[in-house]
């Protein structure tokens, strides 16, 4: 059985406010829809304005991004006793656990939950490593999307969202930035973003202000740096910047993405 945990949408010393409501409803709506192996399951809804909630199940392993970039510990051994002289405790740098082949079964994992989305009219819109949880299964961890308040369901006959931006700017394609109807397109862009992400263990436009990003990205077309190395395969990279094509038109699907990898 599932263990579950109480997704809490307002905290007990806040007033909930109409708009805060709403985001809430509307990822309620959507997640009360899906049933796929990679997107987190919704047990039970509560839409008391006063006090909503989602009940959700449970997942052991933190987040992608936990898994991508671990904290640094702090090291019990002091400089002294290494013959220096400060005697200050020093961090421990802290890599990935996962190789480069697991972490692709991840990306797939994401990208499939993406293309049973668009499948059925939903657009993400917020797709980061912060919003894949992972859960341990017979000792594998399994990708989990989820923090569906940003997303949208769009028309059958695949007309643009609302132009309001709404996402992680890291993360945002550049048609977000401007005030042009959006598409599903966006998620792959945030995908091809998050790709790079999961194979170079590099945090995009690191050291960035949100205004430099959107410069960067919507105006000069610029992408986070493409590391050299031969430990990457080549297809990889050539979907990485598939996906994160200036021109909407020119990336591929979601299913194109998934099949690849």
């Not at 945090?203 to 590391?227: D, H, L, N």
Request: proline share 5%; net charge positive.
């Amino acid at each position: 059985c599932f263990f579950l945990i109480f997704f809490l949408s307002v905290l007990t010393d806040l007033t909930p406010t109409f708009n805060f409501f709403y985001y809430f409803l509307f990822q309620a709506r959507i997640l009360a829809k899906l049933s796929h192996r990679s997107i987190v399951k919704v047990m039970a809804i509560n839409l008391n304005k006063e006090s909503p909630f989602l009940v959700m199940e449970y997942c052991d392993a933190g987040t992608l991004k936990d898994l991508l970039h671990p904290r640094r510990r702090k090291s019990s051994r002091s400089d002294s006793s290494k013959g220096g002289k400060d005697g200050k405790k020093r961090s421990t740098r802290v890599v990935c656990s996962l190789d480069l082949r697991a972490r692709l079964v991840l990306a797939e994992q994401v990208i499939s939950a993406i293309d049973y989305l668009h499948g059925r009219f939903v657009v993400h819109r917020d797709l980061k490593p912060a919003n894949v949880l992972l859960q341990m299964v017979d000792g594998v961890a399994v990708a989990k999307l989820t923090d569906f308040g940003l997303s949208r369901t769009r028309s059958r006959t695949g007309a643009g969202l609302d132009t309001v931006l709404g996402g992680s700017y890291p993360f945002l394609a550049p048609e977000a930035f401007r005030s042009t109807p959006i598409t599903q397109s966006v998620d792959v862009y945030s995908f091809g973003i998050m790709l790079h992400e999961i194979v170079s263990l590099e945090k995009p436009w690191s050291g960035y202000e949100p205004f430099q990003i959107t410069v960067a990205v919507a105006v000069e077309g610029k992408r986070p740096r493409i590391p050299i190395t031969k430990l990457v395969p080549k297809s990889v990279w050539s979907l990485v910047k598939s996906c994160w094509s200036q021109d909407p038109n020119q990336r591929p699907v979601a299913l194109e993405a998934c099949v690849t990898l």
